[in-house]
């Protein structure tokens, strides 16, 4: 192959003849448009990475490829170096608006923001049950980490995404990345993460977790990236780490004195304070305290339980959920519908669970509390 002319030149060139736009070339590359329209206007001369990428991306021959690399440093030296770090860096911050102040984990937090700046934790799952508030902590720890990040923090909400198959789109989608060609959507996406030192959020994997290899392969490629993932089950990967998520402090029978300074209670009380502004904790406290011990702290349990503050008194609401927990569900529009009741938490969990795993449950069902190895060994 031939290199002459200037390196702009021969590269716009090159990339109408296969047929790709700036966009196009730039998305493949892992580089802004704004990069290549530099190249292109002989503006700037290509970085080493830069051009080892374009190399790959255009189709280079192995034996062209140490010629055509040559070929980009070689432009006029008035021209200044792209800066790789600079060029490459494109700030994402796509995470979701939150409605409510934020209340409680300071430990959950402390122990994320360590994990996320720790070199040697490149994947990091919060696990915990449905209603636990994975996403919403996940949120929080990723919005005050995210100016630790070049590239910062994309947020992909996985709640609707079906089946692993359709992964690579949902993940491209959140990084505004567009596909093309016959190339690998996994490759393309592997190939624009490579320079990039971003924070990946994941949100709700459980039920794709067939695709986890793909976040390994993510990983291996980019060295600069972490993958921040919520999950109702681990990975199961190599290098993973977990940290399992439990509802939120509740008193108990000696700190009766103290409950204002529990999360879960000031959960109830920004919660009770909507549905009834004038809600006082001084004379609701035994109640309040009930309700969150029956739901064991379980943030979505509160915030359900606190709406129907509108309709009966708080020592009802805990009498009724001492009879069903049937009580705990809100119609709220802008809720998930998984998440409108706690039954139907229950159903969703239930419904990922092979045939194998709900006769096993069903048959520990018959334990009222805990159990050791050789009483369900028995039993299931």
């Not at 009741?341 to 334990?367: I, T």
Request: proline letters at 6%; a negative charge.
């Amino acid at each position: 192959m031939k290199f002459d002319g200037s390196f702009g030149g021969w590269l716009k060139q090159r990339r109408k003849a296969l047929d790709l736009t700036q966009q196009e070339l730039a998305d493949q590359v892992g580089y802004s448009v704004i990069t290549i329209r530099k190249i292109e206007g002989d503006v700037v001369r290509p970085s080493k990475q830069i051009a080892e990428r374009l190399a790959e991306v255009l189709a280079i021959a192995p034996d062209d490829q140490a010629n055509f690399k040559a070929f980009g440093r070689r432009a006029p030296h008035t021209l200044p170096v792209l800066p790789m770090e600079v060029e490459s860096a494109r700030p994402v911050h796509s995470l979701p608006f939150q409605l409510t102040q934020f209340i409680g984990r300071e430990a959950e937090l402390a122990h994320i923001a360590h994990n996320l700046t720790d070199q040697q934790c490149r994947l990091l799952t919060l696990v915990g049950i449905g209603g636990v508030g994975k996403t919403r902590l996940a949120v929080q720890a990723a919005a005050q980490a995210a100016n630790d990040f070049a590239q910062g923090v994309c947020f992909v909400s996985l709640a609707s995404v079906a089946t692993p198959d359709l992964l690579p789109s949902a993940i491209g989608s959140a990084l505004n990345l567009f596909f093309y060609g016959p190339e690998d959507p996994k490759l393309q996406i592997a190939n624009y993460l490579r320079e990039k030192n971003l924070l990946l959020v994941l949100d709700n994997f459980e039920h794709l977790s067939a695709g986890a290899g793909m976040l390994a392969e993510f990983l291996a490629h980019a060295p600069q990236l972490k993958v921040f993932v919520t999950s109702r089950e681990r990975l199961n990967l190599l290098g993973e780490w977990g940290l399992p998520i439990e509802g939120l402090p509740i008193p108990d029978e000696k700190n009766r004195d103290e409950i204002g300074s529990y999360a879960a209670v000031q959960l109830f009380m920004q919660g009770a304070q909507r549905a009834q502004p004038r809600f006082s904790l001084s004379q609701h406290a035994e109640s309040v305290v009930e309700i969150c011990q029956l739901v064991e702290g379980l943030p979505l349990a509160i915030e359900l339980a606190t709406s129907w503050l509108r309709a009966i008194p708080c020592n009802q609401i805990a009498e009724q959920i001492k009879r069903n927990m049937r009580i705990l569900a809100a119609p709220l529009r802008n809720m998930p519908e998984r998440h409108q009741s706690m039954h139907a938490v229950f159903d969703h969990s239930w419904a990922l669970l092979s045939e194998p795993d709900r006769d096993v449950l069903l048959s520990l069902s018959v334990f009222q509390g805990g159990f050791d190895v050789g009483a369900a060994d028995q039993v299931a």
